[in-house]
């Protein structure tokens, strides 16, 4: 592999540490992503900040069609020309966070399967941006900060379990292939990632009808997690029925228990029979 410390000097340029810029520099790290992604000849897939390529050409080598938005215009301005030999390789500038995937993806019949080294600034509210648009996409490989891959797959009872651990499982099964330690990048990164896969449930676990509600009931019992359900609840600025004691109690569930003790079902149970 071309040495990227070299190849960004020859560009003169400097990983900008605003965009989350550490490339990775390890080949048996990039392979393991690709094959975690499992790209068969008829996908089309989407790559997150590609950077200097390093992934994208063994990614355009397995997949019918590959996009890749990049924000660093620099970076673009690079990529295009390494792809010049890859015809379906189509590079877009743009900031992931605003980009407007139902033109982007308008020509695609299929859902995408999308593939990233992402920057960690940007990784949570992409995640739930993918959420909401999850029919645009199949499966997701991303590499992650530790930590949050580890609160992404987290079960009920332990510290990592919270809303992201929550709304991510509501819809999907996440896993953590592997972890990836900071000298397989350059520059190396101060935190340990992640490499996470995630696949919807056919059959969303169980149905919310209020998505909203559902999402700020959470949100507001583990803002006092240390406290119990019914102290935590009561600390939120929600509107909530006066009974709400008893409504807990009916629903089977002991108003004492810690908000992290509850499994995803029972929170959508206890939205269900909040709403007043
Ligand atoms: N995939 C490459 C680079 C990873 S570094 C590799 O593994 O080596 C993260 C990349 O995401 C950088 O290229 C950075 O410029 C890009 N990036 C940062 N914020 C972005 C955003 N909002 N939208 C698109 N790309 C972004």
Redesign the pocket.
């Given at each position: 592999m071309v040495s990227?410390r070299k190849e960004l000097s020859e560009h003169g340029l400097i990983?900008?540490k605003r965009?989350?810029?550490?490339?990775?520099?390890d080949q048996n790290i990039?392979n393991k992503i690709i094959r975690t992604a499992q790209i068969e000849k008829e996908d089309v897939v989407l790559?997150?900040?590609?950077?200097?390529?390093?992934?994208?050409i063994g990614l355009a080598k397995k997949a019918k069609k590959l996009i890749t938005?990049?924000?660093?215009p620099k970076?673009v301005e690079i990529l295009k020309k390494k792809v010049m030999d890859y015809p379906n390789v189509e590079v877009v500038k743009?900031?992931?966070?605003?980009?407007d995937f139902d033109k982007l993806l308008s020509q695609e019949k299929n859902p995408v399967k999308v593939v990233?080294?992402?920057?960690y600034?940007?990784s949570t509210p992409?995640l739930f941006r993918f959420i909401e648009l999850r029919h645009l996409f199949s499966t997701l490989t991303l590499?992650l900060q530790k930590e949050v891959g580890e609160r992404m797959v987290a079960p009920p009872g332990g510290k990592e379990y919270g809303p992201l651990s929550i709304f991510v499982q509501l819809v999907s099964d996440p896993t953590i292939r592997f972890f990836v330690k900071p000298p397989a990048?350059f520059p190396p990164p101060k935190v340990e990632s992640a490499v996470i896969h995630m696949a919807w449930k056919e059959n969303p676990m169980v149905e919310v009808k209020d998505e909203e509600w559902f999402k700020k009931i959470v949100r507001g019992c583990f803002s006092y997690r240390r406290k119990t359900l019914i102290n935590a609840l009561k600390h939120t600025d929600l509107s909530l029925p006066p009974d709400m004691e008893l409504r807990i109690k009916e629903i089977g569930i002991d108003h004492r228990r810690r908000p992290e003790t509850l499994s995803i079902q029972e929170f959508v149970n206890l939205a269900e029979i909040l709403k007043s």
């Open positions: 990227i990983p900008k965009l989350g810029q550490h490339f990775l520099i990039l790559e997150i900040g590609p950077g200097l390529g390093e992934m994208t938005v990049e924000i660093d970076l743009g900031d992931i966070l605003k980009v990233a080294n992402l920057p600034q940007i992409l590499m990048f």
